[in-house]
């Protein structure tokens, strides 16, 4: 069950030069406002008159149906709403966006990085372990949002650097995993912040390898309950963290 809109978007741009002009803008600001997930392609064709062909993916109805009125959107891509714009929900997703949170009122929110598979969402239900909507997190937590998503992007792209590249394997893995490193201590300071700003827990999904993941929190090594949610198997009440 997905709450995708899998999407082509086709502007009619002046020129087929789009670089660093509004044109170029439009996806990157869907993004920014939280509406598209962060993949997306764009493509200028140039036949009898040049055509911009953005492929994005919206997370879900309200986005797709209400982009348009987003005050982000409004703010930066004025000229392109005012121009012809011609959408059409396609059927072949680049990726699929699982189990969005329902829930009226979270009781805690659990923040964790892009990287490890995980479906590109930064914010993540307590109760339900639905992901947020990008535009359901700038709600919540206005301009604190877009610093926890930035620090969640460098955690998709350490995870990368992981993943893809021998030299820096040691120095990434130790980002990832150690708790005292930049990436840690920066998501840290995240949840703690979500946290005071909407008086509830956002626990800090800490990544731990499975063979040093016991029942010893990673921080504070005191002996922690089981997780209930997918994915982390412990969580620490004094540390506020799962992993
Ligand atoms: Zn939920
Ligand atoms: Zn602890």
Sequence with gaps: MTDDIPTQITLYPPTEHIECT?????????????????????????????????????TDR?????????SFVKKHCSDI???????????????????????????GLILRGHGFGNKKASVYCGDCSGYYPGYRVKELFGDLSTQAEVWSLISGHVYDIWMLTGELEEWAVNEL?????????????????????????????????????????PICKSVCNKSKWDGPKFLCKRCKIVY
């Design 81 to 107: 709403l005012s121009s012809a714009i011609d959408i059409a929900v396609t059927v072949t997703p680049m990726e699929k966006h699982e189990n969005v949170c329902r829930c009226i009122n979270s009781a």
């Design 177 to 217: 995993s150690e708790p005292s490193s930049d990436l840690n201590k920066s998501g840290l300071q995240y949840a703690s912040q979500l946290g005071k700003l909407i008086k509830k827990t956002v626990w800090y999904y800490l990544f731990t390898p499975d063979e040093d993941t016991t029942e010893n929190c």
């Design 22 to 58: 509004q044109w170029g803008r439009l996806a990157p600001t869907l993004y920014h406002a939280g509406l598209i997930w962060h993949n997306y392609e764009q493509i200028v064709y140039n036949t009898d008159k040049p055509e911009l062909r953005i492929w994005c993916i919206f």
């Design 62 to 70: 309200n986005a797709f149906e209400n982009w348009r009125s987003n």
